[in-house]
């Protein structure tokens, strides 16, 4: 009887400790560098060649689509200039508070500084349409 009770406390520790292991292993891989499909995260973002001061990762933003219409920064700047100046009142403070972000982002973004995510764009379309705007 002892004989079991050992056996069976053994196989316990055992499968919890590789439980452990395993969970441990997947959240260092995530923040070396890419996340599980393929990505960067910010971490990997962090050690991009730099050229002329610049991240190469932040160059090729606008390149990139945002979302699956193939929205990028550029049209994605001039559309949240649009909706803010037509159903804002060209408040970036009543825009940020409507998109649940900070002014300062706002402005960063409307000015071609600052990286627009495909949140903020869905959001920001939701809110054009909620408010009887068109949108491209």
């Given at each position: 009887m002892k004989k079991k009770v050992l056996l069976f406390t053994t196989v316990g520790v055992g499968a919890g400790l590789l439980y452990v292991l395993e969970s441990n292993r997947r959240k260092q891989a995530a923040s070396i560098g890419a996340n599980d499909s393929g990505r960067l995260n910010d971490r990997g973002a962090s050690m991009?060649?730099?050229?002329?001061?610049?991240?190469?990762?932040?160059?090729?933003?606008?390149?990139?689509?945002?979302?699956?219409?193939?929205?990028?920064?550029?049209?994605?700047?001039?559309?949240?200039?649009?909706?803010?100046?037509?159903?804002?009142?060209?408040?970036?403070?009543?825009?940020?508070?409507?998109?649940?972000?900070?002014?300062q982002e706002i402005e960063q973004w409307t000015s071609g500084d600052g990286l627009i995510d495909g949140d903020?764009?869905?959001?920001a379309r939701a809110l054009a349409i909620h408010r009887g705007l068109e949108v491209e």
């Amino acid at each position: 009887m002892k004989k079991k009770v050992l056996l069976f406390t053994t196989v316990g520790v055992g499968a919890g400790l590789l439980y452990v292991l395993e969970s441990n292993r997947r959240k260092q891989a995530a923040s070396i560098g890419a996340n599980d499909s393929g990505r960067l995260n910010d971490r990997g973002a962090s050690m991009a060649t730099i050229e002329d001061g610049e991240p190469t990762v932040l160059q090729s933003a606008d390149q990139n689509p945002i979302d699956d219409q193939g929205t990028t920064q550029t049209e994605a700047s001039h559309l949240l200039k649009e909706i803010r100046d037509t159903a804002f009142d060209a408040s970036n403070e009543r825009l940020a508070l409507a998109l649940g972000r900070s002014t300062q982002e706002i402005e960063q973004w409307t000015s071609g500084d600052g990286l627009i995510d495909g949140d903020v764009l869905m959001k920001a379309r939701a809110l054009a349409i909620h408010r009887g705007l068109e949108v491209e």
